[in-house]
């Protein structure tokens, strides 16, 4: 098993937002998880025209593995530039795996106030969920296998890219 070949980011890019343009509205805000959340929500921002805000979460100090992990070298500061009470809030993902990741993003955004609906939006979902968390909007499935990792680049220019890396 394993992925033979990766889907170009444009592609993925250009589902989502065709998904997501007939599903958001003034009130509805992007929040972008670190780092290629954040990327991905960027480019899906600028798509969608910005009728609604941008955030972006790092989800360091909430996830459930903290303690193991200890603190990244390169810890980003969440930034929330709007009220979340009662906003339709899009969380924003480059791969969506055990869903830890967005079970610790919705704690924190809930730390910042109460929204009306948290929906999510992955650019590749890869499977292997260890809590109850599906995605509304999805660029692409794939099943890599258990010792790959897709990368997601960013070159100079900005543009976006995937790799394939072993563990
Ligand atoms: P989860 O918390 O759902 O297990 O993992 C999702 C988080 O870990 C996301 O923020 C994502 O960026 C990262 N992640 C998990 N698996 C991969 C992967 O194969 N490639 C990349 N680029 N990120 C991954
Ligand atoms: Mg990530």
Same mark, same amino acid.
């Given at each position: 098993?394993?992925?033979?070949?990766?889907?170009?980011?444009?592609?993925?890019?250009?589902?989502?937002?065709?998904?997501?343009?007939?599903?958001?509205?003034?009130?509805? /805000?992007?929040?972008?998880?670190?780092?290629?959340?954040?990327?991905? +929500?960027?480019?899906?921002? #600028? %798509? =969608?025209?910005? $009728?609604?805000?941008?955030?972006?979460?790092?989800?360091?100090?909430?996830?459930?593995?903290?303690?193991?992990?200890?603190?990244?070298?390169?810890?980003?500061?969440?930034?929330?530039?709007?009220?979340?009470?009662?906003?339709?809030?899009?969380?924003?993902?480059?791969?969506?795996?055990?869903?830890?990741?967005?079970? /610790?993003?919705?704690?924190?955004?809930?730390?910042?106030?109460?929204? +009306?609906?948290?929906?999510? #939006? %992955? =650019?590749?979902? $890869?499977?292997?969920?260890?809590?109850?968390?599906?995605?509304?909007?999805?660029?692409?499935?794939?099943?890599?296998?258990?010792?790959?990792?897709?990368?997601?680049?960013?070159?100079?220019?900005?543009?976006?890219?995937?790799?394939?890396?072993?563990?």
């Amino acid at each position: 098993m394993g992925i033979t070949r990766l889907p170009e980011v444009g592609a993925l890019l250009a589902r989502l937002q065709a998904a997501m343009r007939p599903a958001v509205t003034e009130n509805t /805000a992007l929040v972008g998880i670190h780092t290629g959340g954040v990327w991905v +929500a960027e480019r899906l921002h #600028a %798509a =969608l025209g910005v $009728r609604f805000p941008l955030g972006t979460l790092d989800v360091s100090f909430y996830r459930d593995d903290y303690g193991q992990r200890g603190l990244h070298r390169e810890v980003k500061r969440s930034c929330i530039p709007f009220e979340v009470e009662g906003r339709d809030i899009v969380l924003v993902d480059d791969v969506l795996y055990t869903g830890r990741t967005i079970r /610790a993003a919705m704690n924190e955004l809930f730390d910042y106030g109460r929204p +009306a609906r948290i929906r999510l #939006a %992955a =650019l590749l979902d $890869r499977g292997g969920r260890e809590l109850p968390i599906c995605p509304q909007f999805v660029g692409a499935e794939v099943q890599p296998a258990d010792d790959e990792v897709i990368a997601l680049i960013r070159d100079e220019g900005g543009g976006l890219r995937l790799a394939i890396e072993r563990k």
